[in-house]
T-cell receptor, first 112, second 115 residues
Framework: GQQLNQSPQSMFIQEGEDVSMNCTSSSIFNTWLWYKQEPGEGPVLLIALYKAGELTSNGRLTAQFGITRKDSFLNISASIPSDVGIYFCAGALIQGAQKLVFGQGTRLTINP | NAGVTQTPKFQVLKTGQSMTLQCAQDMNHNSMYWYRQDPGMGLRLIYYSASEGTTDKGEVPNGYNVSRLNKREFSLRLESAAPSQTSVYFC??????????????FGEGSWLTVV
């Protein structure tokens, strides 16, 4: 089956630093999504990417849909304490009735 | 703005007991999903319903059954709970179209422990 490899698995940074994480797939995807999950909550959508090469921003967050359609990147600039959480990438190939495949998550910890 | 609502939030079961997790969405979405989340494994799809009246197996369907009661509601049933089913369960929904894979919106999760 399809697999997503998300890295790094965890990050420990200082407040104000930039953050980069990525996902790679063994298969081509038509859609990449990035979610954030805080303790005790469900994942919340951050950014959706629908086209190879697409670069999309949401505030301090920027994500890119890799040109090969097998990878995606998420960057967070000037991190703040509320950025703490687990970030998940998700990819899908089938249009319509979708089956998203999720990465294992990147746990972000920020030291003030 | 309720979005996706799932109940119960927490449940402890004994091995062999049965229970049903309830989910409802108020966004008029066509598709609904049940995922489980285990440490270090991300989210894995148990079952999904592309539209009212249809259900399909996901990646890890064994030990579960689902019912798409109507467009709003999608329930997950454990007929005979096992310790391996201890997990956090998430219901989700999305608006289906023929062009793009639509984004999925999640409920807040149900923490299930089987002892």
């Amino acid at each position: 089956g399809q697999q997503l490899n998300q890295s790094p698995q965890s990050m420990f940074i200082q407040e104000g630093e930039d953050v980069s994480m990525n996902c790679t797939s063994s298969s081509i995807f038509n859609t990449w999504l990035w979610y954030k999950q805080e303790p005790g909550e469900g994942p919340v959508l951050l950014i959706a990417l629908y086209k190879a090469g697409e670069l999309t921003s949401n505030g301090r967050l920027t994500a890119q849909f890799g040109i090969t359609r097998k990878d995606s990147f998420l960057n967070i600039s000037a991190s703040i304490p509320s950025d703490v959480g687990i970030y998940f990438c998700a990819g899908a190939l089938i249009q319509g009735a979708q089956k998203l495949v999720f990465g294992q998550g990147t746990r972000l910890t920020i030291n003030p | 703005n309720a979005g996706v609502t799932q109940t119960p939030k927490f449940q402890v079961l004994k091995t062999g007991q049965s229970m049903t997790l309830q989910c409802a969405q108020d966004m008029n979405h066509n598709s609904m999903y049940w995922y489980r989340q285990d440490p270090g494994m991300g989210l894995r799809l148990i079952y999904y319903s592309a539209s009212e009246g249809t259900t399909d197996k996901g990646e890890v369907p064994n030990g579960y059954n689902v019912s798409r009661l109507n467009k709003r509601e999608f329930s997950l049933r454990l007929e005979s709970a096992a310790p391996s089913q201890t997990s956090v369960y998430f219901c989700a929904s999305s608006l289906r179209t023929g062009t793009f894979v639509n984004t999925i919106y999640f409920g807040e999760g149900s923490w299930l422990t089987v002892v």
